[in-house]
């Protein structure tokens, strides 16, 4: 293989293919050997996995995960890089290279059809326009990944690693710390890319619990929740509760359940930790259902 991380050889292949970055795609590809190994390292994978790339580019750390693993399923949405990858990566027999969107791809019925539903591994250096999207649904549509290793904003690194009463802390925190454990692998300098971005970049792992650290009744109201606290950070618990459709309860209710809590009324969704908004929940759908029963 050409080791395409080496900037000279990524030049060479974009020059043959005449390849014109697209910045809607979020295209920065890696061209830092050092980078790439420890993105391998910390992405576990070995000889018996299958490893879902997500945007693999040129194809740079997909020859490297090919070195590793059994089966690569590498999804890239734009059609110039394609006949890139299938020259780049034409010497391995164990890649699949699918045309896609990553956000329409069906992953639960790839994972079935190709790895029996098993667990897989998941490895990119993501486009950050959709890092978010990209992540929650992994987790929320369940996919079966042990782990998920992936280059994102730094920023966004550090909102996934964050703690209660932190300015980083959100409900992207409080989502990914649901369903994984994340570790921050290394701080990336926009060197390391081409064309450099203009933001700072961090790999981070997130390995998946096996049970999630909290238990509720209702994980998809624990997301509204979530969700609705930090939609207006500024506001109190119970103010910004308050306009949540998905809660639909009245403003002495919510305060009760505070309450019932021993938070303060005029808290705020950035001071409660997971446990807490796990209790919450858990009391607001029995509010719901006392209401619901109440008035039937
Ligand atoms: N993996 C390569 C590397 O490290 O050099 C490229 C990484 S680049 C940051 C992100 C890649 O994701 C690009 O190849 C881009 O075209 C692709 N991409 C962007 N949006 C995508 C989407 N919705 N679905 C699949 N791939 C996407």
């Not at 090919?66 to 010497?91: F, G, M, P, Q, R």
């Not at 009463?165 to 390391?192: E, F, H, W």
């Not at 950070?233 to 809590?261: S, V, W, Y």
Request: hydrophobic share 40%; aromatic share 6%; charged share 20%.
């Amino acid at each position: 293989m050409s080791d395409l991380v080496c900037p000279q050889n990524t030049i060479a292949v974009l020059q043959k293919y005449n390849f014109r970055f697209q910045k809607k795609f979020g295209q920065n590809f890696l061209i830092d050997a050092h980078v790439m190994d420890k993105i391998i390292a910390a992405s576990g994978v070995q000889k018996n996995d299958f490893v879902l790339e997500i945007g693999p580019g040129i194809g740079t750390m997909t020859q490297y995960l090919c070195e590793h693993a059994k089966y690569v399923a590498a999804v890239e949405i734009d059609k110039n890089l394609i006949e890139i990858l299938h020259d780049t990566l034409s010497s391995y027999d164990n890649v699949e290279i699918i045309n896609e969107d990553i956000l329409k791809v069906d992953i639960a019925g790839l994972v079935q059809e190709k790895n029996g539903g098993k667990p897989i591994k998941i490895a990119a250096n993501l486009p950050y326009y959709i890092t978010t999207p990209i992540i929650m649904g992994l987790f929320e549509n369940h996919i079966p990944a042990e782990s998920i290793t992936v280059m994102v904003q730094k920023e966004v690194a550090q909102r996934m690693k964050a703690v209660p009463g932190t300015k980083d802390y959100g409900a992207l925190s409080l989502a990914v710390q649901y369903y994984a454990r994340p570790q921050i692998i290394a701080n990336v300098p926009a060197n390391c890319f081409m064309p450099r971005p203009k933001v700072g970049s961090a790999v981070i792992c997130l390995t998946r619990h096996d049970t999630p650290p909290v238990h509720v009744q209702d994980e998809r109201l624990l997301s509204a929740v979530i969700r609705a606290a930090f939609n207006q950070r500024r506001k109190t618990l119970a103010n910004a509760l308050d306009h949540c459709t998905q809660i639909g309860l009245g403003k002495e209710q919510l305060q009760e359940c505070i309450q019932k809590m021993n938070l303060p009324a005029a808290v705020r969704g950035e001071e409660l930790t997971l446990e807490q908004f796990g209790m919450l929940t858990d009391l607001l759908d029995q509010h719901m259902h006392a209401d619901h029963i109440s008035l039937e």
